[in-house]
């Protein structure tokens, strides 16, 4: 007998996911979600200002929602892509100076966020991708994990 139960969707568990909650947009704010199935994790996104972008700040909107329609990638994730897509559309030249440094000033720049919508696993994930097609060293992938959860603990131990 087909088992009638419904599966929730696969997310990283433990600490390692969003810190996140459904629903991910509060009600107090001005943002809302018209999605299927209400509020996504990276509606979180729509918060974030697109005055950086300027006149092609359309090409942003449209990549991101781009990305939010693949369904063979997780939540934590499409949030990663869209925050790296963000700040390599505005810092490339950093990044290909110094392929460490530039990952790193993305880390720094955007750690609450990562923290909030996409996770940890969701991090290292991306990491091992820039390692993999080599813009990191593995050492180099490591040293940002710690320089991330450094980042982490810090404000966990502040607030």
């Known amino acids: 007998m087909p088992s009638t139960e419904k599966r929730p969707t696969p997310s990283v568990a433990g600490n390692f996911g969003p810190t996140a909650r459904h629903p991910y947009i509060p009600e107090s704010s001005d943002i809302y979600s018209c999605r299927p199935g209400g509020p996504r994790l990276y509606d979180i996104l729509n918060a974030l200002p697109l005055e950086p972008f300027g006149v092609l700040s359309w090409m942003v909107v449209d990549r991101e929602e781009e990305?939010?329609?693949l369904d063979d990638v997780l939540d934590e994730d499409k949030v990663i892509l869209a925050l790296w897509y963000r700040w390599i559309f505005l810092n490339r030249n950093n990044f290909?100076?110094?392929y460490f440094n530039g990952t790193k000033a993305f880390v720094t720049e955007n750690w609450k966020l990562i923290r909030q919508a996409a996770g940890v696993a969701a991090l290292r994930t991306w990491l091992l991708v820039l390692c993999v097609n080599n813009f990191l060293l593995p050492l180099e992938v490591v040293s940002l994990m710690q320089y991330y959860?450094?980042?982490v603990?810090?404000?966990?131990?502040?607030g």
């Open 67 to 69: 990305l939010f329609e």
């Open 96 to 98: 290909i100076a110094s």
């Open 149 to 151: 959860q450094n980042l």
């Open 153 to 158: 603990g810090t404000d966990d131990a502040s």
